[in-house]
């Protein structure tokens, strides 16, 4: 069992990982070396926090019928097992509001829902209908509650009706009416006296290491309206955190696991995990964790991989006015005074 704080002035942490991918060749090295290979190498640490979220961007599923509607170059399925991937490394929580949940049909949605509930990871982002998919996810470690709201600006067909499952698709081309989204569902978590509410947020172009000027605006502004941390995810790489009003804003999480094509520009097997501490209510700091992509699995980086990524992402934190501290292999960002 995991660590619990026990009154309001307690630590707890809370650990987030990118998009966790385990569909196509990832899933052939789960079916030939079981569900602990692709996260094994890092499962330790993501079970040591109070509280693990990921972006789950694969469908969990039997299925091999592909989403009916238009072509899509990718297809993202996991097998059943994967789901063992997600509890080996601790995981508790995960988003589903990105343009992978459905990629085999609303079948596997459902089938997927069904896996993370069995095992007991909760999930947002995605339902059975508009109303399920705009639900929260809601967690309370140690009587410190956190919740969670995801949205996604990918694939408007995946789109929850009323009448249909799907992800909970929010168009940031209209602000306005994006921001009153982001308003009702925040009510939400106040309604349930969530202390941490956490907008989990897939969005913007791939292998893009700086947020454009209206993702930092709608991001202000979630902050502005009472959102306490932004988990932004998509680019496929990480880009800089900002402290704003003392709430973290990671724009992007990068990824924690894929097959993916390596961009020698872009480096995206260098990838992060993003440790939080915190007390009920206020960030302390921000623990940086390099880690690094190969053959379908994510190990702790190497020295040399650790002062890339190090480097790199002093370079791009320092562009929004956050300091990077190192001290060893000590590496974090403090929070506001």
């Not at 704003?244 to 999480?253: D, K, L, S, T, V």
């Amino acid at each position: 069992m995991k660590p619990t704080a026990s009154n309001q002035e307690s630590t707890l942490r809370v650990m987030f990982g990118g998009d966790v991918m385990l569909g196509r060749i990832v899933n052939q090295a789960i079916l030939r070396y079981g569900p602990d290979y692709p996260l094994g190498p890092v499962a330790q640490l993501m079970r040591s926090p109070d509280l693990t979220i990921v972006n789950l961007e694969c469908a969990i599923t039997s299925s091999t019928a592909i989403w009916p509607g238009a072509p899509k170059a990718f297809y993202f399925g996991a097998p059943p097992q994967a789901i063992d991937a997600l509890t080996g490394a601790g995981i508790d929580m995960v988003s589903l509001a990105n343009n992978h949940t459905l990629d085999f049909g609303v079948h596997s949605l459902r089938e997927t829902l069904h896996h993370l509930r069995r095992h007991g990871i909760r999930y947002a982002g995605a339902g059975v209908d508009s109303a399920a998919a705009s639900e929260p996810a809601i967690m309370d470690c140690g009587g410190i509650k956190f919740g969670m709201a995801a949205f996604c600006n990918h694939q408007a067909d995946f789109a929850a009706q009323a009448d249909r499952p799907g992800i909970a698709y929010l168009d940031f081309d209209d602000e306005f009416a994006a921001v009153a989204v982001l308003r009702r569902a925040l009510e939400a978590l106040r309604h349930a006296a969530v202390d941490w509410p956490i907008l989990s947020l897939h969005w913007g172009p791939n292998m893009v290491f700086r947020p454009s000027i209206k993702f930092r605006r709608l991001a202000h502004a979630a902050i502005n309206m009472g959102w306490k941390i932004l988990f932004g995810h998509s680019a496929h790489v990480f880009q800089g955190i900002e402290i704003y009003r003392g709430c973290p804003i990671i724009y992007a999480a990068g990824d924690l696991v894929d097959d993916y094509y390596v961009d020698p520009e872009f480096r995206n097997d260098h990838q992060l995990l993003f440790e939080m501490e915190l007390t009920r209510s206020a960030l302390r700091r921000i623990f940086l964790h390099p880690v690094f992509i190969e053959d379908c699995r994510t190990q702790p980086a190497n020295k040399e991989q650790s002062e890339y990524i190090v480097r790199w992402m002093t370079v791009i934190c320092s562009e929004m006015g956050t300091r990077v501290q190192q001290d060893g292999e000590k590496i974090w960002i403090e929070g506001a005074a």
